[in-house]
């Protein structure tokens, strides 16, 4: 028996916008019979970015809706993309005469419905635009993927370009930046135990007491290795080994890191991670510029952690990183 504070499992997604809503209602607004979170701010013609996916993975994407980052996020169900209406309608009410801008994670289902939307949108004259993010190095092809997933290093994506949308960049600016950017963000994750969708009495999968796995995705999805649980500083190792040949770095290299949470690991142990990270990269003679710590892009219960990697080789990648935003979670 898996424990969970719910009503009926089928609301649950819901529910959650309606208490996203009711606790930060000064930041951001639900379209009414949707599962959009908008931003509460006065249109000024900018460049809207939108992002989205299936639910389970807050504070993402809800949590980056305001001024400085996103114009909106679709939930979907848990881990299940949004449908291409309620994309639509999210671009359709995010847009402010500029175009709108999709960050979308590399996952089959949320690129059809995107791109769908985006085709449906610009049937009625609303210029619209993306990005597939594939940060995650753990594994080439996985369960609904073609490709790289799509995992926490889209945060940096959302920052990044909300900035420059900030900024006042056009639609067509923001595709270039974006196609420069995401080429130089790498994930790898670890987890400790499974995760339980709502409704579920059964983990998606089970590991050992004293077992870990490198590499599992943000639903699940199987990794690259098990084995015997590590200490932080083993851990560490492992996952920046990975990034950083994957990077071919070289020293004083500049980066931008994120330690991810993934919903049951204590803040307590992604600081101890964090700091093995902050010694290993300096005695690689490497360069920390901007560290996040924290739960970003979860998978409910999940413990574990993932680290992301942003190769600063623009500067204005660290100004957008260091720029301040009105968000829920950033």
């Not at 980056?64 to 359709?92: H, N, R, W, Y």
């Not at 847009?95 to 939307?117: C, R």
């Not at 997933?149 to 889209?154: E, K, S, W």
């Not at 420069?180 to 987890?191: F, R, W």
Request: glycine share 10%; hydrophobic share 40%.
């Amino acid at each position: 028996m898996i424990k969970k504070i719910l009503n009926n499992p089928e609301n649950s997604v819901d529910e959650m916008i309606d208490g996203v809503v009711q606790s930060h209602s000064k930041l951001v607004k639900r379209i009414p019979e949707t599962g959009i979170i908008q931003r509460s701010l006065e249109k000024t013609g900018k460049v809207a970015i939108i992002s989205g996916g299936g639910s389970g993975h807050e504070p993402a994407h809800a949590g980056f809706v305001g001024k400085g980052m996103l114009s909106a996020a679709v939930c979907g169900a848990v881990f299940t993309s949004p449908t291409p209406d309620q994309i639509l309608e999210a671009i359709k009410a995010a847009d402010e005469g500029a175009g709108v801008f999709l960050v979308i994670k590399n996952y089959s289902g949320d690129i059809m419905n995107f791109e769908m939307a985006q085709e449906l949108a610009e049937m009625e004259d609303i210029k619209v635009d993306s990005i597939i993010v594939d940060d995650d190095i753990a594994v080439e092809d996985s369960l609904y993927t073609q490709g790289k997933r799509g995992v926490a290093g889209t945060i940096f994506v959302h920052k990044i370009l909300g900035y420059a949308a900030e900024q006042g960049q056009s639609i067509e600016e923001i595709k270039k930046l974006a196609e420069a950017l995401v080429p130089n963000i790498k994930t790898v994750g670890v987890a400790l135990t499974g995760v339980t969708t709502p409704g579920s009495n059964e983990p998606s999968f089970t590991l050992a007491d004293d077992e870990i796995e490198y590499g599992v995705g943000i639903h699940g999805e199987p990794g690259y290795r098990r084995e015997k649980l590590q200490s932080s500083q083993g851990l560490s190792e492992e996952l920046l080994t990975k990034l950083l040949k994957e990077f071919d770095a070289k020293a004083q290299d500049r980066f931008a890191i994120i330690v991810n949470g993934l919903g049951g690991t204590p803040l307590m142990e992604q600081y101890v991670f964090a700091n093995d990270v902050h010694k290993s990269m300096k005695e690689h003679d490497l360069v920390i510029d901007f560290s996040k710590v924290g739960n970003l892009m979860t998978s409910l219960e999940m413990q574990g952690l993932s680290l992301t990697l942003l190769r600063l080789n623009e500067a204005f990648y660290l100004e957008a990183l260091e720029a301040p935003v009105d968000t829920i979670s950033w």
